[in-house]
């Protein structure tokens, strides 16, 4: 691998089932991308596979990346590139969560500074990997719209 490269989980297909598209993934040589104004570069620590991702390798989400596209619309991990004329909340060094439509499954993610937040110290990378989407989903789900109640029950069978 060069110093210009970097490895991806990438999707080079459609497939016509989430089992077909997992087992049709492949681990590729990216080309590291230039930094531009607004923008920073994590070395990701982990990812979270959700369910528009899996609707995405089947082309069934609104949200079509150009094929190939790297998997995986959130993770976290650690900010190594700042580019000179952004402001933002984060610093070089800082552990951080990070949303985008896909690109978190790779060594190394770049995008807009808006999409990064902190981390808090108490999450792992793992759980900061699937904080914003997953788990505030869920919460939405249950507190705003299903409007459950302190004392009340909740059955998951899914």
């Not at 691998?1 to 089992?19: F, H, N, Q």
Request: proline share 5%; aromatic share 8%; glycine share 12%.
């Amino acid at each position: 691998m060069s110093a210009g490269t970097y490895r991806g989980v990438v999707v080079d297909r459609l497939r016509s089932t989430p089992a077909e598209g997992i087992n049709g993934l492949q681990v590729a040589a990216l080309k590291r991308e230039e930094l531009f104004a607004g923008q920073v570069r994590v070395r990701v620590h982990a990812a979270s596979l959700n369910f528009p991702d899996l609707l995405m390798m089947q082309g069934k989400y609104q949200h079509k990346p150009d094929l190939p596209f790297t998997l995986c619309s959130e993770g976290s991990g650690v900010v190594v590139e700042v580019h000179g004329n952004t402001k933002t909340a984060v610093k070089v060094g800082d552990r951080v969560m990070f949303m985008s439509l896909n690109g978190a499954a790779a060594e190394e993610w770049v995008g807009p500074a808006s999409a990064v937040v902190p981390m808090p110290d108490t999450l792992s990378f793992p759980q900061g990997a699937g904080f914003l989407m997953g788990y505030q989903t869920g919460y939405h789900a249950l507190v705003h719209r299903g409007r459950l109640q302190k004392g009340e029950w909740l059955l998951v069978t899914g």
